[in-house]
């Protein structure tokens, strides 16, 4: 008797100290503000989330207005969107509204208005069960948001790679769609889909071809594809995974990480920014791919990236300088811009890269296999032949004191916007003012992330090769 006793109050003391853990936890990863306007319909007051707030604020306007109460109505109209106050997107401010907003806040909404990654309006039923994932951005984010049951066909890249991925159980739901670039439409109306999150909106016509032609499904381009995390209340790749969290019913994860990428990049930005711009190594950000001086002696051009772009946004981070901003043509987009070798390699004293980081993508978006890519990425541990194609990089008649790394293509590819590849490459350009940054403990908080429990990046994977010490 007096043994249960004890035992009773002994776990009675353990579920209070559970509780007055679970208190600290929740106060220590409670949302820290983000800086956007969140793009969804309901977000009445312009800050990042939906909440009793906008409700408020709309009941408030609604009311003003039918008071006839003029000066209300102007005091609330310098606070208020009023194209996102119709949380419906029907045109009129009512009492509907109000009910839609508290429901998405409550998650029990079952349609949403919202704008997608290129400002289109877009209206979504939110009874998902069947989501296609292009590229490893998505097939990561839909991983980070919990969705993974739900994932049932992914792009040949993130099918190689399913073993990594999925369980066993996920991946025998799980079908390849092969080429996304050129889709066989039939296969991909046979996955009967509920959604489709595309890679890329490339042109405008190809975003609609794949929503015209995939029927009875959702095709959404969310955004991610142009980060812009060094402009927080400009990124799409923000506003991007906030969405995904309110259209696939997981808001707390998407903000909590959030909260973890503008950490992390607030942290490698701060260090950034102690460098004087004028001691910034000077990066030039490539390919390692056929066609390609890195790859083929023979060849005369290369790519050089944008720092709007993943692979940009990365140098930024790492406290270093983009070789395209010294010689012209930098932008603010993605992707890079395709020149001569000798705008680099040249006689200018101006004009020197101190560091190539080399992208490499083995499993294109189109389905196909980049044979003369070494083999890179989670899937394998084995650096003979990322070894051998980096001798090849670093053997260019070009190269002298340049330093040379390749990198995987995950990095530009995955769900990070860019702050993982610039944890590494910080260890490589600017390895004393980043010494408290640890980019394996980074990428494997990543992994966490993604649900991934038994992958240990000290021990597993090809990820970057910068030569032998
Ligand atoms: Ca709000
Ligand atoms: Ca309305």
């Not at 951005?137 to 399913?162: F, H, W």
């Not at 995987?408 to 590494?424: M, Q, S």
Request: proline share 3%; glycine share 8%.
């Amino acid at each position: 008797m007096n043994a249960k006793v004890v035992v009773i109050i002994a776990v009675a003391v353990l579920v209070a100290a559970g509780a007055a853990a679970f208190v600290i936890m929740k106060n220590d990863k409670e949302v820290r503000p983000i800086d956007v306007n969140l793009e969804i319909f309901g977000n009445a007051d312009k800050d990042w989330k939906i909440d009793e707030n906008d409700a408020k604020l709309v009941e408030e306007y609604i009311k003003a207005q039918s008071d006839g109460d003029s000066e209300k109505t102007s005091e609330i109209e310098v606070k208020i969107s009023l194209r996102f106050a119709d949380a419906d997107n029907n045109g009129v401010i009512d009492d509907r509204d109000v009910k839609q907003i508290r429901a998405v806040a409550d998650g029990t909404a079952d349609h949403l208005w919202f704008l997608d990654g290129v400002q289109r309006e877009r209206d979504m039923d939110l009874d998902v069960d069947r989501i296609g994932a292009e590229y490893f951005t998505n097939t990561e984010m839909m991983l980070i948001l919990g969705q993974s049951d739900k994932v049932v066909a992914v792009d040949n890249a993130p099918y190689v790679c399913r073993d990594f991925y999925f369980s066993e159980k996920q991946q025998s739901n799980l079908r390849n769609m092969v080429n996304m670039s050129v889709p066989d439409y039939d296969l991909i109306n046979s996955m009967n889909l509920d959604v489709l999150l595309i890679f890329a909106p490339s042109t405008a016509a190809k975003y609609e071809e794949k929503q015209e032609k995939i029927v009875g499904c959702d095709v959404l381009y969310l955004g991610l594809y142009i980060p812009d995390l060094t402009n927080t209340s400009k990124s799409n790749f923000i506003q991007g995974i906030l969405k995904a969290g309110y259209i696939f019913g997981n808001v707390e994860r998407a903000e909590a990480y959030t909260n973890w990428v503008t950490d992390n990049r607030d942290k490698l930005l701060g260090l950034a920014e102690s460098i004087p711009d004028g001691e910034k190594p000077v990066v030039g950000m490539s390919n390692y791919m056929a066609g390609q001086y890195f790859l083929d002696e023979t060849k005369n051009t290369f790519t050089l990236y944008k720092s709007g772009d993943p692979l940009g946004q990365a140098v930024i981070l790492a406290g270093g300088r983009n070789v395209l901003k010294i010689i012209g043509g930098d932008g603010d987009s993605s992707g890079g811009a395709t020149v001569q070798v000798d705008a680099v390699f040249n006689d200018d004293p101006n004009v020197h890269a101190d560091f190539f980081f080399l992208h490499m993508v083995k499993y294109t978006y189109g389905g196909s296999v980049n044979q003369e890519v070494p083999d890179h990425g989670y899937d394998t541990d084995d650096y003979s032949e990322i070894t051998a194609a980096w001798e090849n990089a670093d053997s260019r008649t070009l190269v002298m004191d340049e330093k040379i790394a390749l990198i995987a293509g995950d990095f530009r590819n995955g769900c990070t916007g860019g702050i993982l590849l610039a944890a590494y490459m910080a260890k490589i350009i600017n390895p004393e003012v980043y010494s408290s940054v640890d980019p394996v403990e980074l990428h494997n908080e990543y992994i966490g992330w993604m649900g991934i429990g038994d992958y240990d990046v000290n021990k597993k994977g090809v990820f970057v090769y910068a030569g032998s010490a």
